[in-house]
């Protein structure tokens, strides 16, 4: 309920005066059975702008901390992200991250449709990231097509750690759906899983334009913070001489 008021009533008419959201390949999502919607993540507002632009439903995950902030801040965003019927998921992997998948596949079997961010986080910088495979486990074991979008501008709109977003028109950009009934049966294998994933980053790449890094993003993080707390990186100058 707290869905249907936020995006009709409540968010979306605002949010559709103020940034006059742009839209191409729309008609890509379909009308009715399972989905899953595979983003490229430049914002936190990815995740308000983009279903917004979707008829139907659309059931995404989101790191746990977003479900555990302190004060009125980390109530609000826990009581959005609960409203919208987001999934929380501890990114530490392993099987907790394996039990959100599990419930996206409930989604899907159930004909709705199941967002995710192939990326695992927010890119750092804007370019895109090596994706995680999860969204090929979900494709194999559901069977559900996958439609690539791109935020276009999200992060000039609304950059990393930035609060309040810039009023500018969102550029948003749906592909052709992605179907792999060729690889039926064969979820678990690693190197089907790996090709599928890497295919779905190809499309978001000729999608977006932007440039694409064969790492994870959140390798980039990791060695961002270390600098910023003057910690030598792996395969940096000054590790090569701590070693």
Not at 203 to 208: P, T
Request: aromatic share 8%; proline share 7%; charged share 25%.
């Amino acid at each position: 309920m707290l869905y249907g008021l936020m995006k009709y009533l409540i968010l979306g008419p605002w949010l559709r005066m103020i940034f006059r959201p742009q839209v191409e390949g729309r008609e890509n999502v379909p009308d009715s059975g399972p989905a899953i919607i595979a983003s490229n993540h430049l914002s936190f507002s990815d995740s308000i702008f983009m279903p917004l632009m979707v008829k139907r439903k659309v059931t995404f995950v989101a790191k746990a901390e977003y479900f555990t902030g302190k004060g009125l801040k980390g109530w609000l965003v826990k009581m959005f992200f609960v409203g919208t019927g987001t999934i929380p998921v501890d990114r530490t992997g392993g099987r907790a991250a394996q039990a959100a998948l599990d419930t996206q596949l409930k989604v899907l079997r159930a004909g709705n449709l199941a967002g995710i961010y192939p990326e695992g986080t927010r890119s750092p910088d804007g370019r895109l990231y090596r994706g995680k495979t999860g969204v090929a486990r979900l494709a194999l074991d559901s069977g559900a097509p996958v439609i690539p979008v791109v935020m276009l501008n999200a992060d000039e709109i609304q950059p990393p750690g930035k609060l309040l977003p810039k009023i500018k028109r969102v550029k948003i950009r749906f592909g052709r759906p992605l179907d792999f009934s060729r690889y039926a049966g064969m979820s678990g294998d690693r190197f089907v899983e790996r090709a599928i994933t890497d295919e779905i980053m190809y499309e978001l790449m000729e999608l977006s334009g932007r440039e694409y890094v064969d790492i994870y993003a959140q390798k980039i993080k990791n060695q961002q913070v270390k600098a910023a707390a003057g910690k030598p990186v792996a395969g940096s100058p000054t590790d090569s001489l701590a070693a």
